[in-house]
T-cell receptor
Framework: QKEVEQNSGPLSVPEGAIASLNCTYS??????FFWYRQYSGKSPELIMF????GDKEDGRFTAQLNKASQYVSLLIRDSQPSDSATYLC???????????FGTGTQLKVEL | KAGVTQTPRYLIKTRGQQVTLSCSPI?????VSWYQQTPGQGLQFLFE???????NKGNFPGRFSGRQFSNSRSEMNVSTLELGDSALYLC???????????????FGQGTRLTVV
């Protein structure tokens, strides 16, 4: 079992719709959870992080964390073509700042 | 505020050579982590440096090494390059606070290494 799992996609949604990206993790001791967006040929860009159970909203983005079920999700409201990218889920475990990444979900927002 | 700066952006090396990559973290950040990204393996953690000491290490051979200087700038070195070392090498900078709300990692633009 991989430590951090994501559906590789592609996930296709129409413009204006809600995109839902999911991630599960295996280590119950995981402390913080991050969502990065990566455009082709570019480096990952931090979108949101969450460390408490529940929802955290920032503009069109909402991160949801359920530690009991060991999953974290990212909702993108009013999806735009510019949101088309690969979304990486990352988990921080233990001391230090080591992040374990999922393989990413490719999102395509279609006109 | 300047972001994370990685140099060089692109490198082409020959098998057997060695290479050194550089990373300057965000001002005030003392933690620097290195990652390797390949299409097949995704983003994999190499090592983390904090206050000039290696704090975490991933599952990479000893050919991969790093160091951190007193100004928090970090370098990673790969010796005896192999074709499989071709990848995007990313550096991440963190504030390193005990508060979980201050543990974000910000990435540099990366160094694209091609081994031929």
């Amino acid at each position: 079992q991989k430590e951090v799992e994501q559906n590789s996609g592609p996930l296709s949604v129409p413009e204006g719709a809600i995109a839902s990206l999911n991630c599960t993790y295996s280590d119950r001791g995981s402390q913080s959870f991050f969502w990065y967006r990566q455009y082709s040929g570019k480096s990952p860009e931090l979108i949101m992080f969450i460390y408490s159970n529940g929802d955290k909203e920032d503009g069109r983005f909402t991160a949801q964390l359920n530690k009991a079920s060991q999953y974290v999700s990212l909702l993108i409201r009013d999806s735009q073509p510019s949101d088309s990218a690969t979304y990486l889920c990352a988990v921080k475990q233990g001391g230090g700042n080591k992040l374990t990444f999922g393989t990413g979900t490719q999102l395509k927002v279609e006109l | 505020k300047a972001g994370v700066t990685q140099t060089p952006r692109y490198l082409i090396k020959t098998r057997g050579q060695q290479v050194t990559l550089s990373c300057s973290p965000i001002s005030g950040h003392r933690s620097v982590s290195w990652y390797q990204q390949t299409p097949g393996q995704g983003l994999q953690f190499l090592f983390e440096y904090f206050s000039e000491t290696q704090r975490n290490k991933g599952n990479f051979p000893g050919r991969f090494s790093g160091r951190q200087f007193s100004n928090s700038r970090s370098e990673m070195n790969v010796s005896t390059l192999e074709l499989g070392d071709s990848a995007l090498y990313l550096c991440a900078s963190s504030l390193d606070s005990r508060s979980p709300g201050n543990t974000e990692a910000f990435f540099g633009q990366g160094t694209r290494l091609t081994v031929v």
